[in-house]
């Protein structure tokens, strides 16, 4: 996957969802962190969509144990399906993590590079310069903010599109009540991965839609 055009991702631990979820993602985000014995769900994998694989450290709202996590992202970019992986930019920045960036691309899988702010957003300059890290130290480069009210929901957007007009590949989303549009407007500026459960019930995230909704309101407003 080269994300460079939007990516709607089906976010689930269970690969069982995924021929639900053909009608309307073009990927599946698997949730390693969250997914029981998540190698052996991959070697079993024999769905349609490629694979977005995220291992989310506990210290970034996920629940994998550091012991292993990164070993098992290795293994999964080895798997045919898994077209991408998604890293911390924190981890990205040491050594294991660059290792990491560098398996990945040696199997041809892509790399997005992760920033989550659980909670706020900060100011656009800021966010500037997360996203050009984040996106410099891989393919992708993905920031979650927690959104407040429309001011920090307009700072995450200028900053989508500020990095987008330099040439950047980002995903950008603000989490909350306040921040729920934004999955839906934020690829007009440039933002080019899109999250939403194949069941409403089972989100990965606050103020995610389902992939219905999301896929029909990006179109609407594309």
């Known amino acids: 996957m080269e994300f460079d055009d939007f990516t709607l991702a089906a976010s689930t631990a269970d690969l069982g969802e995924e021929p639900a979820a053909r009608a309307h993602a073009d990927c599946v985000e698997f949730r390693m962190d969250l997914a029981d014995d998540p190698l052996d769900a991959l070697d079993a994998y024999s769905g349609e969509l490629p694979i977005l694989a995220t291992n989310r450290a506990t210290w970034e709202g996920g629940e994998a144990p550091e012991e292993g996590r990164l070993a098992d992202l290795r293994t999964a970019a080895e798997h045919p399906s898994v077209e991408a992986i998604d890293i911390e930019l924190a981890v990205v920045e040491e050594p294991k993590g660059r290792e990491t960036v560098a398996h990945a691309h040696e199997h041809d899988a892509t790399v ?22 984040a996106a410099g ?7 979650a903010v927690t959104a407040h009210d429309a001011d920090d929901t307009l700072a995450l957007l200028a900053a989508t599109r500020a990095l987008t007009r330099e040439g950047a590949r980002v995903a950008t989303m603000a989490m909350g009540d306040a ?18 459960p194949v069941d409403p019930a ?3 995230a606050p103020g995610q839609y389902d992939l219905e909704t999301l896929r ?4 609407a407003l594309r």
């Open 179 to 196: 921040g729920s549009h934004t999955r839906a407007v934020a690829p007009v500026y440039g933002s080019k991965i899109g999250y939403a």
């Open 202 to 204: 089972n989100a990965t």
């Open 137 to 143: 130290a891989g393919d992708v480069g993905k920031l």
């Open 216 to 219: 029909g309101l990006v179109e």
């Open 112 to 133: 997005v590079v992760s920033v989550h702010d659980f909670e706020a957003t900060p100011d656009q300059e800021q966010l500037e310069r997360l996203l050009a890290r």
